[in-house]
T-cell receptor, first 116, second 115 residues
Framework: GAGVSQSPRYKVAKRGQDVALRCDPI?????LFWYQQALGQGPEFLTY????????KSGLPSDRFFAERPEGSVSTLKIQRTQQEDSAVYLC??????????????FGPGTRLTVL | AQTVTQSQPEMSVQEAETVTLSCTYD???????LFWYKQPPSRQMILVIR??????QNATENRFSVNFQKAAKSFSLKISDSQLGDTAMYFC????????????FGKGTRLHILP
């Protein structure tokens, strides 16, 4: 595709529900990142994949958060038993080669999750 | 730990004026990278400009330029001849050069370009 796409764009969940957020990176991009952006804040790193391998998940806030990229392309971020503090925009980004600062990360439009 | 501080939550300028967005950071590293990202209402983060700390020359990209002061740990963004399409959130970001380093973003500055 032309860019990184994410779906859904908006998600409303009741507290305690499970949600799944999808990211379609740019075709051929090796690296994929998930970020969480709370209201009025900058994005914060959640996890990083190189192809299908999850190389860094140090930013995941709790064991309720789980991410996968089984075939090295599409990725899903799953949040179990959602809490109100999970309300945020979840951004996905991809880059062509393993993360180096000089390789641009291309961001998707994000999924705005609201937990009631 | 590295931190990035943007002290201006919101700014407004008239179209065609020049505006400068401030950013300071804290790190004990000598080599690193700095970025400015733009996030319009569509939420899609766009890289505006980047600077390698080992380069003394300030980076420029068309109407966008930076004033990088390494000793002061300051990295401001100047937008010349501002346009209505420049209206967005602007995030300053830092990234170290170690393999496990991630991008660290500031809280952002909301910039309004007024017609």
């Amino acid at each position: 595709g032309a860019g990184v796409s994410q779906s859904p764009r908006y998600k409303v969940a009741k507290r305690g529900q499970d949600v799944a957020l999808r990211c379609d990176p740019i075709s051929g991009h090796v690296s994929l990142f998930w970020y969480q952006q709370a209201l009025g804040q900058g994005p914060e790193f959640l996890t990083y994949f190189q192809n299908e391998a999850q190389l860094d998940k140090s930013g995941l806030p709790s064991d309720r958060f789980f991410a996968e990229r089984p075939e090295g392309s599409v990725s899903t971020l799953k949040i179990q038993r959602t809490q109100q503090e999970d309300s945020a925009v979840y951004l996905c980004a991809s880059s062509l080669v393993p993360p180096t600062p000089w390789d641009t990360q291309y961001f998707g439009p994000g999924t705005r999750l609201t937990v009631l | 730990a590295q931190t990035v501080t943007q002290s201006q939550p919101e700014m407004s300028v008239q179209e065609a004026e020049t505006v400068t967005l401030s950013c300071t950071y804290d790190t004990s590293e000598n080599n690193y990278y700095l970025f400015w990202y733009k996030q319009p209402p569509s939420r899609q983060m766009i890289l505006v400009i980047r600077q390698e700390a080992y380069k003394q020359q300030n980076a420029t990209e068309n109407r966008f330029s930076v004033n990088f002061q390494k000793a002061a740990k300051s990295f401001s963004l100047k937008i010349s001849d501002s346009q209505l399409g420049d209206t967005a959130m602007y995030f300053c970001a830092f990234m170290g050069m170690n393999r496990d380093d991630k991008i660290i973003f500031g809280k952002g500055t909301r910039l309004h370009i007024l017609p």
